[in-house]
């Protein structure tokens, strides 16, 4: 697959998204947690994981309108990108087994109303599509996803696996390698760049890249407040926006 389109840009992007990441293990509360070895807050991961869930759930609708829109823009494209959602649409279920696993029931998982974070950044993406009339902050949104997963999961995955064991963490483990047999990042960068055509549109990719870190900066904020602040009874170390 070629890797080429707007080569300068995405040089930027993911350098953008590779400080963003630093950044990430430095400054947000309980980032290195997954990280940490020999260390894991069950309940943490619980609910890390059923976020995961519900975030792909809704991301169902958004791709479905991202469809709409490529089907009257542009034909091929909506082809790829309907293969592609067809590739990721059930993977709520890999993550379903694997919180089943430590004990936690379908019931328990879709009874959970999603964090106020998620909440935005799906009303981010419908807002794109809805009112400015394109999926460009949507497809930024999936690249970002694709690319900060191959880059940090592989390790929190070997991390969780000595202490959850190899089969409770089957359906991330497939998940991950997905992603990267089938190449996905760069798959959606091409998608991406199809709805880049001028100097504009090239800074706004920067800025939905920028504004969806902000958003699972919040998400990764908020878990930690739910979580382990309540149990602590202690106050977040940081309350932050991540830009660069």
């Given at each position: 697959m070629s890797t080429t389109l707007r080569p300068e840009l995405r040089a930027k992007v993911d350098g953008m998204l590779d400080a963003l990441i630093e950044r990430f293990y430095q400054e947000v509360p309980y980032a290195k947690h997954q990280l940490a070895e020999g260390k894991l807050d069950l309940d943490y991961y619980k609910r890390h994981n059923i976020e995961t869930v519900l975030r792909i759930r809704l991301k169902r609708i958004v791709d479905a309108y991202a469809i709409r829109y490529f089907t009257k823009h542009d034909p091929v494209q909506a082809k790829a990108w309907a293969h592609y959602t067809d590739d990721e649409m059930l993977h709520d279920a890999m993550f379903v087994r694997d919180l089943e696993a430590v004990g936690v029931s379908k019931p328990a998982i879709y009874?959970?109303?999603?964090?106020?974070?998620?909440?935005?950044?799906?009303?981010?993406?419908?807002?794109g599509i809805e009112y400015e009339e394109t999926?460009?902050?949507?497809i930024a949104s999936v690249y970002f996803v694709e690319y900060t997963t191959t880059k940090t999961q592989p390790r929190w995955l070997d991390h969780l696996e000595t202490i959850l064991g190899k089969e409770k963490i089957k359906g991330a483990r497939a998940h991950v390698g997905t992603d990267l047999e089938?190449?996905?990042?760069?798959?959606?960068?091409?998608?991406l760049m199809s709805l880049?055509?001028?100097?504009?549109?090239?800074?706004?990719?920067?800025?939905?890249?920028?504004?969806?870190?902000?958003?699972?900066?919040?998400?990764f904020t908020e878990i930690y407040e739910q979580v382990v602040a309540q149990k602590t009874g202690q106050a977040p170390e940081l309350r932050v926006a991540l830009t660069v």
């Open positions: 009874a959970t109303e999603p964090l106020l974070a998620t909440k935005l950044l799906m009303g981010y993406l419908l807002y999926p460009l902050a949507h089938g190449e996905h990042a760069d798959f959606v960068w091409e998608v880049v055509k001028t100097p504009a549109e090239e800074a706004r990719v920067i800025d939905h890249i920028r504004n969806v870190a902000r958003l699972y900066v919040a998400y």
